[in-house]
């Protein structure tokens, strides 16, 4: 079974793969928590400040991906009516969301982005991430099932979120 530091070096990993194979400088992994996505990763290349805690309101292809448990992609989020002002300094371009599924529940979603004009996001590309998210949702959700017995009867995303935390912990973000 993974132990805490195991699970948050596993979803670093994951978001710094997901990083390279989608040839994304901005990558993070959001957990639900109550009625936000909580950052619990993030790619190297990440702006630190971007690290916040989106309701629905505030990242809209974000929660479109975790409701409709698909992914969104956007080929010039410049172009995009509904852009988040905190991203207009970096020039975000390229966007993907892809849910992240355990059991049968959507835990969270991997948000990635490019900042170069043009470059949209590949099948090959999308395949590839969608199958190393379908690892993860595995690892989690197995994680789950033998947290379980010992946690109570705690909602699953919940216990997915304190044990990439660290239970009771305080998520580091920001919310915006």
Known sequence: MLNRHDLTDLLQYIVDSASAIMDSPFAEILLKQGDKLVVCAVAQDTEPKLWDAPGPDDAQLTWRAFTTRQPVFLDDYQQWPGKRKVFNEIGLRAVAELPIIA???????????????????????????????????????????????????????????????GVGAAPDVVVV
């Not at 379980?148 to 304190?162: N, T």
Request: hydrophobic share 40%.
């Open 103 to 165: 059991g049968n529940d959507c835990i969270g979603v991997l948000s990635m982005a490019r900042i170069t004009p043009n470059y949209p996001y590949m099948p090959e590309q999308v395949e590839s991430c969608t199958i190393l998210l379908q690892f993860v949702g595995l690892v989690l959700d197995n994680d789950v099932r033998a947290r379980a017995p010992r946690l109570g009867d705690a909602p699953p995303q919940l216990l997915v979120h304190e044990h990439a935390l």
